[in-house]
């Protein structure tokens, strides 16, 4: 339960501000279709963290549990300062008018999510907890509580947001678990 909650805890305050939200709220304003676009988030997380969470079980059974410790509590406090610089989203979506807004959303998340901030904790989390589950399931439903709001509000929900508070209580979150890590707790 405790990879579960805080996979899930993590990425929703990493996702907030983030550029794949970025890309809900862009999706949202421009195709005004928020089923296709919450389904193709849902799938697309799904495919993604559940070969993130591969990468980092995998890598997990071949380090030692010494090196593992260290490599995942530099990855955590990479991770807080990673989380106070602000991402930006860039490119268009002529896509969508190929495959639909459900294809163009499921292909353009996953690739906004190649070596994406939640992209990276999920592997770290993954090399951690021994539930892979409990991992994807946690980092999909952080996607989606932090993306949803972003679909069914649009520019309402990301004028509103202190992102950059919720970047900082993040930062903090991943710098307790970089130091909880390194120092075995």
Same mark, same amino acid.
């Given at each position: ?36 676009? %919450?389904?193709? /988030?849902?799938? #697309?997380?799904?495919?993604?963290? =559940? +070969? !993130?969470?591969?990468? *980092? ?62 992209? %990276?904790?999920? /592997?770290?989390? #993954?090399?951690?907890?021994?539930? =892979? +589950? !409990?991992?994807?399931? *946690? ?47």
């Amino acid at each position: 339960m405790e990879a579960f909650l805080l996979s899930t805890g993590i990425v929703a305050l990493a996702e907030i501000g983030d550029k794949t939200q970025l890309l809900a709220l862009l999706l949202a304003a421009r195709f005004k279709k928020p089923v296709p676009i %919450i389904l193709g /988030i849902f799938v #697309s997380t799904i495919l993604n963290h =559940m +070969a !993130a969470a591969w990468v *980092g079980h995998a890598a997990s059974a071949y380090i030692t549990e010494h090196l593992l410790r260290w490599i995942l509590g530099i990855s955590f406090i990479a991770m807080a300062v990673w989380m106070l610089i602000p991402d930006k989203l860039d490119g268009d979506m002529p896509l969508a008018e190929k495959i639909g807004v459900f294809g163009a959303t499921v292909i353009a998340f996953f690739m906004a999510e190649m070596g994406d901030k939640t992209q %990276i904790a999920t /592997i770290a989390l #993954s090399a951690r907890f021994d539930s =892979m +589950a !409990a991992v994807v399931s *946690g980092t999909t439903l952080g996607m989606m509580i932090a993306n949803v709001p972003a679909v069914l509000l649009g520019d309402v929900a990301a004028r509103k947001l202190p992102v950059a508070t919720v970047h900082r209580i993040a930062a903090c979150i991943f710098a307790i678990l970089g130091v909880v890590t390194l120092i075995g707790l």
